[in-house]
């Protein structure tokens, strides 16, 4: 599986504002560039702060660049969210694509069965929160090789800890948002004494901010 987590950030490293609502970061340029990147994915990955937060669709992808790359199927929308918090009337499990709930044993079986009936196809990896390699591994199994995960900053930290993530891509933006109860790239509880190496692959103009890409070192 190839893991790579985008998202955009203020020149401050913050995604959002402390209020944790939905900001436009990306430019028109990055928007562009970021549906490109969606449709050449399998699946596109949030945490159920993102859902509560924002209530991305995430059907929104380059069309055309899909069917130049896959001429079928469309990139599958999968949430990170232990506990079953998504709304049933989340903007996720509407529309054609599929979507994953991945979720652990503390989602009570009543409430998993509703995500089943509201259309989400359902994998419990973990006791109290999820499990992400085994999330992935099962994603894996259903055919998912390729993975985009957009955030927040609590999922993004665990995707690096638990070493899953292959590339990393930020856009800057231009504007400070500022609040130390704001999110940042990599929240949780933060690397101590050993911290994710990155090799530097690309620096970008675009529009009025910068795109930065690189590679992970995972051992
Ligand atoms: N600028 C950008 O590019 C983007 C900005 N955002 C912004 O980020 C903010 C949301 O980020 P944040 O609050 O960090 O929430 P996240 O979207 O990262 O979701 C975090 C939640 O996911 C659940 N979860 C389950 N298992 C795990 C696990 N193994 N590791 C981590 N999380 C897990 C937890 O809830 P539980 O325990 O209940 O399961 C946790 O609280 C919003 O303001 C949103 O607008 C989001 C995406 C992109
Ligand atoms: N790349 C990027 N730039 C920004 O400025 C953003 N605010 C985000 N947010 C992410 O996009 C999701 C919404 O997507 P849809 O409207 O559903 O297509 C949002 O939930 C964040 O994950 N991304």
């Known amino acids: 599986m190839h893991v790579l987590v985008n998202a955009a950030m203020s020149a401050d490293g913050k995604l959002a504002t402390h209020r944790r609502e939905q900001l436009r970061i990306s430019g028109d340029a990055d928007f562009a560039r970021v549906d490109r990147r969606r449709a050449e994915v399998d699946a596109i990955v949030v945490g159920v702060g993102t859902v509560i937060a924002d209530d991305p669709s995430l059907i929104r992808f380059d069309r055309e660049r899909r069917s130049e790359i896959e001429p079928t199927g469309v990139p599958a929308r999968v949430v990170v969210d232990s506990r079953g918090r998504t709304p049933l009337d989340a903007g996720l499990l509407s529309g054609d694509a599929p979507t994953y709930l991945l979720t652990s044993e503390a989602t009570p079986p009543e409430r998993r069965d509703a995500f ?4 989400a196809r359902v994998i419990v990896a973990g006791t109290d929160r999820v499990n992400l390699p085994d999330a992935f591994g099962a994603l894996e199994r259903e055919g998912i090789e390729r993975l985009l995960v957009e955030g927040g900053g609590e999922l993004i930290f665990s995707c690096f800890e638990a070493e899953l993530v292959d590339e990393l891509s930020v856009y800057v933006g231009s504007l400070v948002i500022g609040g130390q109860d704001a999110p940042t790239l990599a929240d949780g509880n933060g690397f101590v004494e050993s911290f994710p190496a ?19 070192e995972n051992e």
């Not at 089943?116 to 259309?119: E, F, N, T």
């Not at 990155?198 to 009025?208: K, S, Y």
């Open 116 to 119: 089943r009936d509201a259309g």
């Open 198 to 216: 990155l090799t530097l692959r690309g620096v970008e103009r675009l529009g009025d901010g910068v795109l930065l890409r690189w590679r992970v």
